[in-house]
T-cell receptor, first 109, second 115 residues
Framework: QKEVEQNSGPLSVPEGAIASLNCTYS??????FFWYRQYSGKSPELIMF????GDKEDGRFTAQLNKASQYVSLLIRDSQPSDSATYLCAVKSGNKLVFGAGTILRVKS | GAVVSQHPSWVICKSGTSVKIECRSLDFQATTMFWYRQFPKQSLMLMATSNEGSKATYEQGVEKDKFLINHASLTLSTLTVTSAHPEDSSFYICSARDRISYEQYFGPGTRLTVT
């Protein structure tokens, strides 16, 4: 099974700051990348997906992909306490989604 | 948006009994459904891939005779945990892939506690 690696955190940022979450993957053939948010005791919810190199913006969220370096990142602007959750990076490998262990984000008000 | 439901949302059972968990795609058809398990403070681990009308494909280390998967229709897959033991206590999450868009949607999860 191909690996997806994330720093477990916790990553603490003050309210209003930019939170930067990073993910590296080992399967060079991967073409689809996803960021999920998971609140404690809940199932993951999709925030963004990205397929092409570069940046993709959606509201306060920006996903960045660099296939040559095999990393994908998620930036959260104007972080809010409600953004406090575990963020899971997922990479499509063949027919499956392979998840990283997740990064815990804490936004302090 | 696409909705996936799971039933039950939580269940407590005694060691040695069997538990069935249902996963339904409510407003789309799913030829493929995925079953994940998540232990506390760990990531989602894929257990098996369920394809409508055919046998499920299990990940390495997952006992197919213990975790029975049935995907009898385009909107329903079931996972039966047979002869459950306390170490099977976990959060079980299904995901369904839309046969048209190929988008994958997660169910709300089922928390299983085996006493």
């Amino acid at each position: 099974q191909k690996e997806v690696e994330q720093n477990s955190g916790p990553l603490s940022v003050p309210e209003g700051a930019i939170a930067s979450l990073n993910c590296t993957y080992s399967d060079r053939g991967s073409q689809s990348f996803f960021w999920y948010r998971q609140y404690s005791g809940k199932s993951p919810e999709l925030i963004m997906f990205i397929y092409s190199n570069g940046d993709k913006e959606d509201g306060r969220f920006t996903a960045q992909l660099n296939k040559a370096s095999q990393y994908v990142s998620l930036l959260i602007r104007d972080s809010q306490p409600s953004d406090s959750a575990t963020y899971l990076c997922a990479v499509k490998s063949g027919n499956k989604l392979v998840f990283g262990a997740g990064t815990i984000l804490r936004v302090k008000s | 948006g696409a909705v996936v439901s799971q039933h039950p949302s939580w269940v407590i059972c005694k060691s040695g009994t069997s538990v069935k968990i249902e996963c339904r795609s409510l407003d789309f058809q799913a030829t493929t459904m995925f079953w994940y398990r998540q232990f506390p403070k760990q990531s989602l681990m894929l257990m098996a891939t369920s394809n409508e009308g055919s046998k499920a494909t299990y990940e390495q280390g997952v006992e197919k005779d213990k975790f029975l998967i049935n995907h009898a229709s385009l909107t329903l897959s079931t996972l039966t945990v047979t002869s459950a033991h306390p170490e099977d206590s976990s959060f079980y999450i299904c995901s369904a892939r839309d046969r048209i868009s190929y988008e994958q949607y997660f169910g709300p999860g089922t928390r299983l506690t085996v006493t």
